[in-house]
T-cell receptor
């Protein structure tokens, strides 16, 4: 498909277990963002990757959270020793070149976020 | 301090009427962008409209317009001629810095809009 995909769509885990959430961005998109959305609340920025630059990790809530991305491909968000307060929907979004030229020209290439469907994490 | 504040947790509007959803923001940057997203009950995030800090005119996209008051640091979304399909959560967001670079986005807590028939 042409959109952002995330897996799994739902994850139920026990407190204390580690979980890995996966995001497949749109091919060629330079930037990838992770957000957490607790029930009935707004999106909370976690981390973003931009090409091969060092990621902006300023939103990660604790050292139990980490994320990786190789180049401009798949990203994995890992939560270690999960807690009940980690229960939320984790959304991924990517931003990148639009149009057939593949260039980064244009507002959309730096600002239009394409969101995945999210992973609903429930920690029991 | 909150970067984005949405003070209306829930709003009701009669079908075919206009509605304004409030958003205020906090930044010391001169260059920034303001965004509105719609999130229906299905959970997908839909980009609606954008306003740049240097844009002199208010942004419009179909039935959506953004009432940008820079001195007040407000970026209210106006939906004209509401439709039942407009019932959803609406989020205001901001990114700081030059708009032709990547940067993080800050989101508000959202406003749940219900359109009554």
């Amino acid at each position: 498909g042409a959109g952002v995909s995330q897996s799994p769509s739902n994850k139920v885990t026990e407190k204390g277990k580690d979980v890995e959430l996966r995001c497949d961005p749109i091919s060629g998109h330079t930037a990838l963002y992770w957000y957490r959305q607790r029930l009935g609340q707004g999106l909370e920025f976690l981390i973003y990757f931009q090409g091969n630059s060092a990621p902006d990790k300023s939103g990660l809530p604790s050292d139990r959270f980490s994320a990786e991305r190789t180049g401009e491909s798949v990203s994995t968000l890992t939560i270690q020793r999960t807690q009940q307060e980690d229960s939320a929907v984790y959304l991924c979004a990517s931003i990148g070149p639009t149009g057939t030229g593949g260039s980064l020209a244009g507002f959309s290439s730096y600002n239009e976020q394409f969101f995945g469907p999210g992973t609903r994490l429930t920690v029991l | 301090a909150q970067k984005i504040t949405q003070t209306q947790p829930g709003m009701f509007v009669q079908e075919k009427e206009a509605v304004t959803l409030d958003c205020t923001y906090d930044t010391s940057d001169q260059s920034y962008g303001l965004f509105w997203y719609k999130q229906p009950s299905s959970g997908e995030m839909i980009f609606l409209i954008y306003q740049g800090s240097y844009d002199e005119q208010n942004a419009t996209e179909g039935r959506y317009s953004l009432n940008f008051q820079k001195a007040r640091k407000s970026a209210n979304l106006v939906i004209s001629a509401s439709q039942l399909g407009d019932s959803a959560m609406y989020f205001c967001a901001m990114r700081e810095g030059p708009l032709y670079n990547f940067n993080k986005f800050y989101f508000g807590s959202g406003t749940k809009l219900n359109v009554k028939p």
